[in-house]
């Protein structure tokens, strides 16, 4: 949080929007971030599933069903 302490009404503006656009540039990165990682999730999601099935199907071939 910036404190307005003995800066001016104009600067105090000033450095709130820098604050501002700084926040939201980080806002943007962390939300493709996250972005990112749900399509990573899912692709390991579906990864798993997949191995859980041929898990099944293996020992359904070696101890029968």
């Known amino acids: 949080m910036i404190e ?7 600067e105090y503006i ?4 820098k ?3 700084r926040l939201k540039s980080e806002i943007k990165k ?3 971030k996250i972005d990112k990682l ?3 999730n899912e692709c390991l999601r579906k990864d798993n ?3 859980l099935e ?3 199907l293996s020992k359904h071939k070696i ?3």
């Open 19 to 21: 604050e501002h656009l």
């Open 30 to 32: 962390r939300d493709k």
């Open 63 to 65: 101890f029968g069903a």
């Open 38 to 40: 749900e399509v990573e």
């Open 54 to 56: 041929v898990l099944i």
């Open 14 to 17: 000033a450095a709130l929007e």
């Open 4 to 10: 307005k302490g003995n800066m001016t009404n104009e």
């Open 49 to 51: 599933h997949i191995f």
